[in-house]
């Protein structure tokens, strides 16, 4: 996206976001917090493995992921929010070195997962997790973690329980793990639109969508002090700019996402 296009995107967004006040009343926001978990099972009942692509570009963008030949023993990696498998079975199928966890608050999800033909005991472990109050040390050892990936799922999370989901993970990583994180970023063109509709902000930044599930935006401040808060330390935080064409709608779609890695000490 070139610099001239996307200084005025972010000026459409802030004056679209400035008239953005109103917000769902009380009793629908509580109701949309507390059924987060009920609503991504039903979005999985409905979409079931047609809705998302697998995610072939995550190596690209972070080398952590990569297969290293002469690899001394395996990488463990989490994946939080793993959906249907996305992530999990294209990583796996690129990386013979890697062991990995899944976890989904979503049990229609984790059983789809399982399910897969790809899905081989020795390689990875599904399981199901709210990570807003349960323990991932209760499925993961603790301190035995290289990776933890957060890819567009941090966002799904009611602000007021990020805290407890990033101590979570804190837990289960060992010294120098990282976690490789991406997500919504303030001024996405989805964030946009949600500010054009006047029962769909719940608070700042925090939006709910269509069928109930949540959409969180993050900016680079916000993430930064809430990872740091929990004792990571900040490698990399920056946004990713794309451009993405709405074949539909025959119309390019700024699109804005908050990428970063974060280390346990």
């Known amino acids: ?34 059924e987060a978990a009920k609503n991504w099972d039903i979005f999985y009942k409905r979409n079931t493995t047609k809705f998302f692509k697998d995610r072939h570009w995550t190596e690209r963008e972070f080398k952590e992921l990569a297969f290293v030949q002469d690899q001394q023993g395996p990488t463990h990696c989490l994946e939080i929010g793993c959906g249907v498998g996305n992530f999990l079975f294209p990583v796996l199928a690129d990386n013979p070195n890697m062991f990995m966890y899944a976890c989904d608050f979503s049990k229609r999800a984790v059983e789809m997962v ?43 999370i009611p602000p007021e329980k990020l805290a407890f989901a990033i101590q979570n993970i804190f837990k289960v990583l060992k010294s120098g793990g990282h976690v490789l994180f991406r997500d919504y970023g303030i001024y996405d063109e989805a964030q946009i639109k949600f500010s054009a509709q006047s029962d769909k902000r719940l608070q700042e930044n925090l939006y709910v969508r269509q069928d109930g599930t949540l959409s969180y935006f993050f900016s680079l401040e916000d993430l930064q002090s809430r990872f740091e808060a929990e004792g990571f330390q900040t490698i990399s935080n920056e946004f990713v700019y794309r451009e993405t064409k709405n074949r539909k709608m025959e119309m390019q779609v700024d699109r804005i996402f908050a990428q970063a890695k974060f280390v346990k000490p």
């Open 1 to 34: 996206m070139d610099q001239d296009r996307l200084d005025k995107h972010i000026e459409r967004a802030k004056e679209a976001l400035s008239n953005d006040k109103k917000e769902v009343p009380p009793f629908w926001v509580s109701k949309y917090k507390k």
């Open 114 to 156: 399982q399910g897969n033909p790809q899905y081989a005991e020795g390689r990875c472990k599904a399981f199901v997790c709210d990570l807003t109050q349960d323990l991932l040390t209760d499925n993961v050892p603790e301190n035995s973690l290289d990776l933890v990936s957060a890819i567009f799922v941090l966002s799904a």
